[in-house]
């Protein structure tokens, strides 16, 4: 049987020796000899060679700063050139499970339908949960995003041309490809890697719509056409015109928790941008219909069409006619939304360019387009509509005239800020001193009265009020000038209570009365769903409790049931939930509230939504999406998820068409299981074994990070993190505001696992799992076997940990503490690594294995062979920080340069940021 991993190692060689040319090439025969020597002696030392490893210190200890750089790019470049590989390579092993001689790929579309209905479900079962499937995934920016957007722009052409290599190439074509490959690294290498300035939330929107732009779009609709089929096939009925399973939304240019650099006219302009971007890849479309669409048999509806876009002028072939006209308004859209985004025009001008009206309602745009489609199955040739026509049509349900809905997002105390500055001014008292009992009575009152509570003037000017007091009502007038179909949710960071909830309601509701969209913005937009946010251990404990609460209040529940037909949403933070209590913990938390959650809707009638805040890393709550959606509470996903992607993981899962088309195909078939096959049965003995390992976890855990003397000082020495905020690599601050102390608790989520990343410690994966597994081996070994046999969430939550654990190493993270680490902290580095060969020790011993990841060998060969190429680059990065420290705020800019090349390549090596 051949090997199915073959072509990959062929495109690492093939790119390794493209590689190697270049820099020959560019950098002269001196650096491709020093890359060659740190290579060799590298993989030498990982083989268990001391010698060379004595031999590649001396050596990197030699070079000069720009020899450091060069030889850091060269293992950086590699790394990226290898995941460009393994990429493809995953899409080439979906495209063989694809074939009648393979079986299908697990989690696959095909595959999935075939399971459920071998368990028993019926097809119509099966077609009413496929129509009733709601879920959102959005894109949100991430603050150590490294790589910057024109570099990934030539990663992808590197994957279309390894792509286009899977066919048998002639000698000549062959040539011809890797000529192009070579021009791609050459173009590569040759750009500077390093953001000379830090990203604006513009630039990060930005980001967000290239992805759409290059892959997603394309995406979408071979998803759908894959799901379609598989309906006709298992139902006999295929996907509605107006089917749109799956939509996203965007945090970009909207999360203002933390950020001040996210203003009420930054959300303003990125909503424009997406409106702009959905216009131009809409007119595309409608270029290439107008081309292919030269039919002339159409019914007398079409043909009235046609004559009218231009009266008077005879019609020959009236598709086209018809699209002529989609296509000028198209044009027009286009010109407007760009006058509109150089200030040329402004939102109360005329929705009009060049005589013709601009689109600003998706209906009108879809009228047109949906009767050709009627028109094409009318006379005969539905072969025909249900091409490039009905890909467009489902793209208008997916995206719509927006392309990404924008959430907004603010921490609650902003909103009680401002609301007690308002009260304080109205000669209402101080709201911020009120019971959360005197809170809702007020707040309940004033949303039940007609006469408005702040002054007209407020919205545009602050007058008594600070500048961030008033950002927040500025924001809430800036939503409500936004037309239908632009916003999705109004997220509250640290909710815990009803009044948190409803504040927002009440300034949405004061806004939208002061405040109507502009005549561009199209027709006004209900008012956004709030959704409270539970992040800290506390919040999860209490998050029913405040669902619950918030449920019974009389004017909340007329307001849910008749603007938001009785849905509600509420979002749960995995990365702060993380931060507070360990991975373990927090998992066991997550769980509980979602429970919690589903039982508080369950008696009030309501419908629940479930919006899961997942990072890219283990320790922010990411990993395998099919088998993290399996390890949900039965009952919480019923046909509705919400889920974050997060900055890099947007590039991994959604950077290329085909690996976009699979992870849309493993959300759909993991939601569909959810709500339609059984759910195993959670005894209650394994919840008191979960309670029992989430207690000592969280209480080994927080014994290091919260209570250790020691930790903070050394967590600040042993790591980069002093180092991040040098660094250009996000618009928002590394620290919540007000966190100048240094301590952890204001350093946000995402940077902080990320300098666990860097040094490859990988402890918010880890910590406190050691701990957990031993008290369970040995006070109850057979109910933990049990559990770990039977529970999909003891099962995801420890694979998860078992995937860092493979990843982590203390060699590694032992040479930073003995070289940034003052002498009387380095015990307590020590201690931390003992604890991460214990939880390894005690993980094996608990799955019965001898070796990690002996279940999924291809990731376990993975991290091998990257380790001797990351390694130089953790060596030549304790270097650089020591010189860097060394030189403090002054430091040389080619060290902070040749510090990012090495943060690029490690993040690369790890496959994982924060």
């Given at each position: 049987?051949?090997?199915p991993?073959?072509?990959?190692r062929?495109?690492?060689r093939?790119l390794?020796d493209i590689l190697?040319?270049t820099?020959a090439?560019?950098?002269?025969?001196?650096?491709?000899a020093?890359?060659?020597?740190?290579r060799t002696?590298?993989?030498?030392?990982?083989a268990?060679?001391?010698a060379?490893g004595?031999?590649l210190?001396?050596?990197l200890a030699g070079?000069?700063l720009d020899e450091?750089?060069q030889?850091?790019r060269?293992?950086a470049?590699?790394l990226?050139?290898?995941?460009?590989?393994?990429?493809?390579h995953r899409i080439?092993r979906r495209?063989?499970?694809?074939?009648?001689?393979h079986?299908?790929?697990?989690?696959s579309?095909v595959?999935?339908f075939?399971?459920?209905r071998?368990a028993g479900?019926?097809?119509e079962?099966?077609r009413?949960a496929?129509?009733?499937l709601?879920?959102?995934l959005?894109?949100t920016?991430h603050p150590?995003?490294?790589?910057?957007?024109t570099?990934?722009?030539?990663?992808?052409?590197?994957?279309?041309?390894?792509?286009?290599?899977?066919?048998?190439l002639t000698p000549?074509e062959d040539?011809?490809s890797?000529?192009?490959?070579?021009?791609?690294?050459v173009?590569?290498?040759?750009?500077?890697?390093v953001?000379?300035?830090?990203p604006t939330?513009e630039?990060e929107?930005?980001?967000?719509?290239?992805?759409?732009?290059?892959?997603?779009?394309?995406a979408v609709p071979?998803f759908?056409r894959?799901?379609d089929a598989?309906?006709?096939?298992?139902?006999g009925?295929g996907?509605?015109?107006?089917?749109?399973p799956?939509r996203?939304a965007?945090w970009?240019?909207?999360?203002r928790?933390g950020n001040?650099?996210v203003t009420?006219?930054?959300?303003?302009r990125?909503?424009?941008l997406?409106r702009?971007?959905a216009?131009s890849?809409?007119l595309?479309q409608?270029?290439?219909l107008?081309?292919?669409l030269s039919l002339?048999p159409?019914?007398?509806?079409?043909?009235?069409?046609?004559r009218?876009v231009r009266?008077?002028t005879?019609?020959?072939?009236p598709?086209?006619?018809?699209?002529?006209?989609v296509?000028?308004?198209l044009r027009a859209t286009?010109?407007?939304?760009?006058?509109?985004l150089d200030?040329?025009?402004r939102?109360?001008?005329?929705?009009?360019f060049?005589?013709?009206?601009?689109?600003t309602?998706i209906?009108?745009?879809?009228a047109?387009?949906?009767?050709?489609w009627?028109?094409?199955h009318?006379c005969g040739?539905?072969?025909?509509?249900?091409?490039?026509?009905?890909?467009?049509l489902?793209?208008?349900?997916?995206f719509?005239?927006?392309?990404l809905r924008?959430?907004i997002r603010?921490?609650?105390?902003?909103?009680t800020?401002a609301?007690?500055?308002?009260?304080?001014h109205l000669?209402l008292?101080?709201?911020?001193?009120?019971?959360?009992?005197q809170?809702?009575?007020?707040l309940?009152a004033q949303?039940?009265?007609?006469?408005p509570?702040v002054?007209?003037?407020l919205?545009?000017?602050p007058?008594?009020?600070s500048?961030?007091e008033?950002d927040v009502l500025?924001t809430?007038?800036?939503?409500?000038r936004?037309?239908?179909?632009?916003?999705g949710?109004?997220?509250?960071?640290m909710a815990?209570?009803?009044s948190?909830v409803?504040?927002?309601?009440?300034?949405?509701?004061e806004a939208?009365?002061?405040?109507?969209?502009?005549a561009?913005d199209?027709?006004?937009a209900p008012?956004?769903r709030?959704v409270p946010?539970f992040?800290?251990?506390s919040d999860?404990?209490?998050a029913?409790?405040?669902?619950a609460?918030?449920?019974?209040?009389?004017?909340?529940?007329?307001?849910l049931?008749?603007v938001?037909?009785d849905?509600q949403?509420?979002?749960l933070?995995y990365?702060?939930?993380?931060?507070d209590?360990?991975?373990?913990a927090?998992?066991?938390a997550l769980?509980r509230?979602?429970?919690?959650l589903?039982a508080a809707?369950?008696e009030?009638?309501?419908?629940?939504?479930?919006?899961?805040?997942?990072?890219?890393?283990v320790?922010?709550?990411?990993g395998p999406?099919h088998q993290?959606?399996r390890?949900?509470?039965p009952?919480?996903?019923?046909?509705?998820?919400?889920?974050?992607e997060q900055?890099?993981?947007?590039?991994?899962?959604?950077?290329?068409?085909g690996?976009?088309?699979?992870n849309?195909?493993l959300?759909t078939?993991?939601v569909?299981?959810?709500?339609l096959l059984?759910q195993?049965?959670?005894k209650?003995?394994?919840r008191?074994?979960m309670?029992?390992?989430?207690d000592?976890s969280?209480?080994?855990w927080r014994s290091i990070?919260?209570d250790h003397p020691?930790?903070v000082?050394?967590?600040?020495t042993a790591?980069?993190?002093?180092?991040?905020?040098?660094l250009?690599?996000g618009?928002?601050p590394a620290?919540?505001?007000g966190g100048?102390?240094?301590?952890v608790?204001?350093?946000?989520?995402?940077?902080w696992v990320f300098?666990?990343t860097?040094?490859?410690?990988?402890l918010?994966g880890?910590l406190?799992v050691?701990?957990a597994?031993?008290?369970?081996?040995e006070?109850?070994?057979?109910?933990l076997?049990?559990?770990?046999a039977?529970?999909p969430?003891l099962q995801?939550?420890?694979a998860?940990v078992?995937m860092v654990?493979a990843?982590a190493?203390?060699?590694?993270?032992?040479r930073?503490?003995?070289?940034?680490v003052?002498p009387a902290?380095q015990p307590l580095?020590?201690e931390l690594?003992?604890?991460?060969?214990?939880?390894?020790r005690e993980?094996?011993?608990?799955?019965g294995?001898?070796e990690l990841?002996?279940d999924?060998?291809?990731?376990?060969?993975?991290?091998r062979?990257?380790?001797?190429?990351?390694?130089p680059l953790?060596?030549l990065q304790i270097e650089?920080?020591?010189?860097?420290?060394q030189?403090?705020?002054?430091?040389?800019p080619?060290?902070?340069?040749?510090?990012?090349?090495?943060?690029n390549?490690i993040?690369a090596?790890m496959?994982?940021?924060?």
């Amino acid at each position: 049987m051949s090997d199915p991993h073959a072509p990959l190692r062929a495109d690492v060689r093939l790119l390794g020796d493209i590689l190697g040319q270049t820099l020959a090439e560019q950098g002269g025969p001196a650096l491709l000899a020093t890359v060659e020597a740190v290579r060799t002696r590298s993989k030498a030392a990982r083989a268990g060679d001391a010698a060379a490893g004595a031999e590649l210190d001396a050596l990197l200890a030699g070079l000069s700063l720009d020899e450091m750089t060069q030889v850091g790019r060269a293992f950086a470049w590699f790394l990226s050139l290898a995941n460009i590989a393994e990429q493809h390579h995953r899409i080439r092993r979906r495209r063989d499970h694809q074939r009648a001689d393979h079986p299908p790929q697990r989690g696959s579309i095909v595959e999935g339908f075939r399971r459920m209905r071998a368990a028993g479900v019926s097809p119509e079962a099966l077609r009413q949960a496929v129509l009733a499937l709601d879920i959102e995934l959005v894109f949100t920016a991430h603050p150590t995003q490294v790589v910057r957007r024109t570099l990934l722009q030539k990663h992808r052409r590197i994957a279309d041309l390894l792509a286009d290599r899977d066919r048998d190439l002639t000698p000549v074509e062959d040539a011809a490809s890797r000529l192009s490959l070579r021009r791609q690294v050459v173009s590569g290498w040759l750009t500077d890697e390093v953001n000379r300035r830090r990203p604006t939330p513009e630039d990060e929107a930005r980001g967000g719509l290239v992805a759409i732009e290059q892959s997603v779009w394309e995406a979408v609709p071979a998803f759908l056409r894959q799901l379609d089929a598989a309906l006709v096939e298992h139902t006999g009925q295929g996907l509605p015109l107006d089917a749109a399973p799956i939509r996203f939304a965007s945090w970009m240019g909207g999360d203002r928790d933390g950020n001040p650099n996210v203003t009420p006219e930054t959300t303003a302009r990125v909503l424009l941008l997406g409106r702009w971007m959905a216009a131009s890849l809409v007119l595309a479309q409608v270029d290439h219909l107008r081309s292919e669409l030269s039919l002339v048999p159409a019914t007398d509806a079409l043909w009235a069409a046609a004559r009218a876009v231009r009266p008077g002028t005879p019609v020959r072939e009236p598709y086209r006619e018809v699209l002529r006209g989609v296509r000028d308004r198209l044009r027009a859209t286009v010109r407007y939304l760009e006058h509109r985004l150089d200030g040329r025009l402004r939102p109360d001008d005329p929705p009009v360019f060049d005589g013709l009206p601009v689109y600003t309602d998706i209906e009108d745009l879809r009228a047109p387009l949906r009767l050709c489609w009627q028109s094409l199955h009318d006379c005969g040739a539905g072969v025909v509509a249900d091409g490039r026509l009905r890909d467009l049509l489902w793209r208008l349900s997916c995206f719509g005239l927006h392309l990404l809905r924008l959430d907004i997002r603010q921490e609650s105390t902003r909103h009680t800020a401002a609301m007690d500055a308002l009260t304080r001014h109205l000669g209402l008292g101080a709201y911020a001193t009120w019971s959360e009992e005197q809170r809702v009575d007020f707040l309940t009152a004033q949303l039940t009265s007609p006469r408005p509570l702040v002054p007209p003037a407020l919205w545009w000017e602050p007058g008594p009020l600070s500048a961030e007091e008033h950002d927040v009502l500025a924001t809430f007038a800036m939503a409500a000038r936004q037309g239908r179909g632009a916003l999705g949710a109004y997220v509250i960071s640290m909710a815990t209570a009803p009044s948190d909830v409803l504040v927002v309601e009440l300034f949405q509701r004061e806004a939208r009365a002061a405040n109507r969209p502009g005549a561009g913005d199209g027709p006004p937009a209900p008012p956004q769903r709030v959704v409270p946010l539970f992040e800290t251990l506390s919040d999860l404990d209490g998050a029913g409790d405040s669902l619950a609460a918030l449920l019974a209040v009389p004017w909340y529940r007329t307001h849910l049931r008749v603007v938001h037909g009785d849905r509600q949403e509420v979002m749960l933070g995995y990365s702060d939930s993380a931060k507070d209590a360990g991975r373990l913990a927090a998992a066991w938390a997550l769980y509980r509230a979602q429970e919690d959650l589903v039982a508080a809707c369950a008696e009030a009638g309501a419908r629940l939504t479930l919006f899961h805040g997942r990072g890219g890393t283990v320790g922010r709550g990411g990993g395998p999406t099919h088998q993290a959606i399996r390890a949900q509470p039965p009952g919480s996903i019923q046909g509705r998820l919400r889920v974050t992607e997060q900055g890099e993981m947007i590039q991994a899962k959604f950077g290329l068409p085909g690996l976009a088309v699979r992870n849309l195909e493993l959300y759909t078939t993991a939601v569909l299981e959810a709500g339609l096959l059984p759910q195993p049965e959670v005894k209650p003995q394994w919840r008191e074994l979960m309670d029992g390992l989430a207690d000592r976890s969280c209480a080994a855990w927080r014994s290091i990070v919260r209570d250790h003397p020691d930790f903070v000082a050394w967590f600040r020495t042993a790591t980069p993190e002093r180092e991040l905020g040098r660094l250009n690599v996000g618009s928002r601050p590394a620290r919540r505001p007000g966190g100048t102390d240094g301590g952890v608790a204001s350093l946000r989520a995402i940077p902080w696992v990320f300098a666990w990343t860097q040094v490859r410690l990988m402890l918010p994966g880890w910590l406190g799992v050691g701990e957990a597994l031993a008290w369970a081996r040995e006070h109850h070994p057979e109910l933990l076997a049990d559990a770990v046999a039977g529970w999909p969430l003891l099962q995801s939550t420890l694979a998860l940990v078992e995937m860092v654990l493979a990843k982590a190493d203390p060699d590694i993270a032992a040479r930073y503490d003995a070289v940034l680490v003052p002498p009387a902290l380095q015990p307590l580095g020590a201690e931390l690594r003992a604890r991460l060969e214990r939880a390894r020790r005690e993980l094996l011993a608990t799955l019965g294995h001898d070796e990690l990841l002996v279940d999924n060998p291809v990731l376990q060969r993975s991290i091998r062979v990257r380790n001797p190429y990351v390694d130089p680059l953790n060596l030549l990065q304790i270097e650089l920080l020591r010189r860097v420290r060394q030189q403090g705020e002054d430091a040389d800019p080619r060290l902070v340069d040749a510090l990012l090349v090495t943060i690029n390549g490690i993040a690369a090596g790890m496959r994982n940021t924060g």
